[in-house]
């Protein structure tokens, strides 16, 4: 019976020291796929509010947005530009031709601070 149980426990060790080497690995990919990659916007959502208060991308220049949930379940839509994101679309290419500032919302009723859910998009 002994044997039994410390064998369970080895094989459980093992099964979880994998999954924990599997996460780094994922994570390592995408970290060397985003260095790859050119200009990046990231938005990170948590509860009722984005991590900045503002964005600014340069006019002309092909950036990667992608919006991240922390906290929660969000999308959101950059007024004026045709730029949705949610869960089904994590990230899109886009190129800012006209320079302005533009509001960013969270368009997914994700509770009581929703409507209070915006940050600005400065596009120089």
Do not use: R
């Given at each position: 019976m002994k044997w039994i149980m410390f064998s369970?426990?080895?094989?459980?060790?093992?099964?979880?020291?994998?999954?924990l080497f599997q996460n780094i690995s994922e994570r390592q990919a995408e970290m060397a796929a985003e260095s790859k990659a050119g200009p990046t916007?990231?938005?990170?959502?948590?509860?009722?509010?984005?991590?900045?208060?503002?964005?600014?991308?340069?006019?002309?220049?092909?950036?990667?947005?992608?919006?991240?949930?922390?906290?929660?379940?969000?999308?959101?839509?950059?007024?004026g530009l045709n730029v949705k994101l949610d869960g089904n679309t994590k990230s899109a290419d886009v190129t800012f031709d006209k320079p302005g500032t533009y509001e960013v919302h969270?368009?997914?009723?994700?509770?009581?601070?929703?409507?209070?859910?915006?940050?600005?998009?400065?596009v120089q």
């Open positions: 369970l426990f080895i094989v459980a060790c093992l099964l979880g020291a994998g999954v916007l990231k938005f990170v959502a948590s509860n009722f509010q984005f991590d900045k208060p503002e964005y600014t991308v340069k006019a002309g220049e092909k950036v990667t947005v992608s919006l991240q949930n922390k906290e929660g379940l969000h999308a959101l839509e950059i007024v969270c368009v997914l009723p994700c509770g009581p601070g929703h409507a209070e859910m915006k940050s600005k998009l400065i």
